[in-house]
């Protein structure tokens, strides 16, 4: 399909049908992204040990700082597209992805410098001592020296999508964790067991590797309407792109905060045990959560295409059907975990006694599941129609300014102080919810507003 086919598409095509071709493809393309740390920590878990795993899991957040790179690059450009595209305005689409290089580019660099430099800082905050230590920082260290791999395979993919090829978005990131997966045991195995987290690593990087070859081959020689024009930094494309994509990096940011915290205090409160647990909880979280992002990736070109084409009563359509199908497949990842939280667990775990301990704070860090998919979506809505700065107060308020405070004052109001980190992540969740939806009803009266001071659609499209 080309891009004018896919412009009309978004424009023009069923509401429904529409959305399931963009969700779908991203969906699945966000699910194999998640399969990284967690097949990683799967196979270390099982092939290498529990420490092994929990360092894994402690190294996470840090390698949050290349996502957040990624985020901020990709998400940004991709909101920049595909405003761009429901204008027809082909001179910012040719400098998309010269602009994007450039970035990443520099932004890897930085990252992988300040990385291996203070690795083993990093990872203190955490509250990672000992043999947790010294693994997490051979994990990581490798992590840190793929950073332009990673982080231009994953802002790349962000364009794919929000230039609505969400299909071959999908099949670079499949065939990446494919990779992944199969070189997971093959590298633990050939590394050995004292260096199996190496290769776990190493596997994750050849990967990416793999996505980003991939990844320019495709702008190079495949996409019909964004390809690679001059590589340089650009004024006039940087700054829409920063002050969107802040935002989502913000997320990525504040998770490694977030996490690095509940690390830190769990271990303070509970003992390494309930590292293992928060270790676990998280990851399956973090996969719960990723099908949620695949379909927030179709939302956006939908919502972002159809508000620079000033299609509003269509924006007002995907919007309630998206939020709609995200409740739907945010059930079909609730209902399991709630019901069965000592199975999930014991993916990863398998002690019995810590996996009998740990189950009833994964219920308690699940519930608010719910309601993410509709979270999420309210973020990505001011991301796709350009207004960054109330997906930031939602990002900060929620990883930070309200959770960081409860994360310290819980812990001295449970009996267990250990339970009150996974209380602080429900309670905050509700206020940000409410805060959400008050935001996006306002944003909705203003779209209203322009819409009433336009002319008649059927002048608007003759227009057009």
């Known amino acids: ?54 360092a894994v899991k402690v190294s996470y957040p840090f390698t949050l700082m290349n996502s957040g790179v990624a985020t901020l690059i990709g998400t940004g450009s991709a909101s920049v597209l595909s405003r761009a595209i429901g204008k027809k305005d082909q001179d910012t689409i040719d400098k998309i992805m010269g602009n994007l290089i450039a970035l990443v580019l520099i932004l890897s660099a930085l990252i992988t410098a300040v990385g291996l430099i203070f690795t083993q800082p990093l990872l203190s905050l955490s509250g990672a001592k000992g043999e947790i230590l010294v693994e997490a920082s051979r994990y990581l260290k490798v992590v840190f020296l793929g950073s332009l791999f990673v982080n231009f395979a994953q802002s790349s993919n962000m364009v794919m999508r929000g230039e609505g090829k969400l299909k071959s978005a999908m099949l670079i990131m499949g065939s990446g964790a494919i990779l992944n997966i199969i070189l ?72 490694m905060v977030q996490q690095t915290v509940m690390y830190n205090t769990v271990e303070r409160c509970g003992g390494g045990s309930w590292q293992t647990i928060l270790g676990a909880s998280l990851s399956l979280q973090a996969f719960a959560f990723i099908p949620l992002w695949g379909i927030s990736q179709g939302y956006q070109p939908a919502i972002g295409t159809n508000y620079g084409a000033k299609q509003f009563d269509r924006v007002r359509s995907f919007n309630k059907a998206f939020m709609i199908a995200a409740t739907i497949l945010a059930a079909l990842f609730y209902i399991p975990i709630m019901t069965a939280p000592k199975a999930m667990l014991s993916l990863f775990i398998t002690d019995p006694a810590i996996v009998a301990e740990g189950a009833p704070m994964l219920r308690v860090l699940f519930a608010p599941y719910i309601t993410y998919g509709v979270l999420i979506l309210m973020i990505t809505f001011f991301q796709a129609i350009g207004k960054g700065g109330n997906a930031a107060i939602l990002t900060v308020l929620r990883q930070a300014l309200l959770f960081l405070p409860l994360v310290v004052l819980l812990p001295r109001v449970f009996a267990r102080s250990v339970e009150g980190v996974f209380y602080a992540q429900l309670f905050t969740d509700a206020a940000i919810l409410l805060l959400g939806v008050i935001l996006m009803l306002g944003a909705f009266r203003k779209i209203r507003a322009e819409e009433n001071a336009l002319p008649s659609q059927r002048e608007y499209k003759r227009a057009s």
């Open 184 to 255: 997971d045991p093959i590298l633990i195995l050939a590394f050995g067991r004292e260096n199996g987290i190496l290769g776990a690593a190493v596997a994750t990087i050849t990967a990416q590797l793999f996505q980003a070859v991939l990844a320019l081959n495709y702008f190079v020689k495949k996409s019909d309407n964004v390809r690679i024009h001059r590589i340089g930094v650009i004024g006039s494309v940087t700054g829409p792109v920063l002050s969107v994509g802040a935002s989502a990096m913000l997320m990525q940011v504040m998770s």
């Open 1 to 54: 399909m080309n891009s004018g086919n896919a412009r009309e598409n978004l424009v023009s095509g069923s509401i429904v049908k529409t959305m399931l071709s963009l969700s779908i493809p991203a969906i699945l393309g966000m699910v194999v992204i998640g399969l990284y740390n967690f097949m990683d920590a799967v196979f270390v878990g099982r092939m290498v040990g529990p420490e092994a795993m929990t």
